[in-house]
């Protein structure tokens, strides 16, 4: 089910296989399937006022948020 909504329409058929393995690890293709994901949460509204999905980018800046040592850097810079 989840194949049927991947955008069959945009992409050319050798690059669909990526979907199908271990080997879908580029940062288009996850987000497509967290894409996919948020859509199946916001049609059900018990799940809807518990979740929120979000695209890589936000993760990253979680990640580097979270290196950071300096807290005072965290709450101030622009970046974050």
């Known amino acids: 089910m989840l194949l049927a909504t991947l955008p069959w329409d945009s992409m050319p058929v050798h690059a669909l296989w990526h979907y199908l393995g271990p080997h879908w690890t580029t940062g288009t293709q996850q987000n497509d399937l967290l894409d996919i994901l948020s859509d199946?949460?916001?049609?059900?509204?018990?799940?809807a006022e518990q979740l929120q999905v979000k695209g890589l980018a936000?993760?990253?800046?979680?990640?580097?948020?979270?290196?950071?040592?300096?807290?005072?850097?965290?709450?101030?810079?622009?970046?974050?």
């Open 58 to 80: 936000l993760s990253a800046k979680i990640i580097e948020a979270a290196a950071t040592q300096n807290a005072t850097t965290y709450k101030t810079a622009q970046t974050f």
């Open 40 to 47: 199946r949460i916001t049609t059900q509204p018990a799940l």
